[in-house]
Nanobody, 115 residues
């Protein structure tokens, strides 16, 4: 089993920044993919950013140029630096990890963009 713990959410004004972090623990052989998804009220969960293979990244069009995903392989962690935040970025952000044994999700962290 793999447990994912997220941190870094909160309330910020439009144009502000937040940094989300997620650390994996438990029985980990190798985490193949780590990423961030988000779910806004009344909407489906969607991809925000993911690192599918070392050195590659994929972003939702809506966050390109504003969000940066990074991974710390030694610490089994993934981070999401979010800049120039907009009200439409408001959502619960979920960390995701894919291993040989399954697909795991964190509990989610709330990000609210409001003045």
């Amino acid at each position: 089993q793999v447990q994912l713990v997220e941190s870094g959410g909160g309330l910020v004004q439009p144009g502000g920044s937040l940094r989300l972090s997620c650390t994996a623990s438990g029985t980990i052989f190798r985490i193949n993919v780590m990423g961030w998804y988000r779910q806004a009220p009344g909407k489906q969960r969607e991809l925000a950013a993911v690192i599918p293979t070392p050195g590659t990244t994929t972003y939702a069009d809506s966050v390109k140029g504003r969000f940066t995903i990074s991974r710390d392989y030694d610490k089994n962690a993934v981070h999401l630096q979010m800049n120039s935040l907009k009200p439409e970025d408001t959502a619960v952000y979920y960390c995701n990890a894919v291993t040989a044994t399954g697909n795991y999700w964190g509990q989610g962290t709330q990000v609210t963009i409001s003045s």
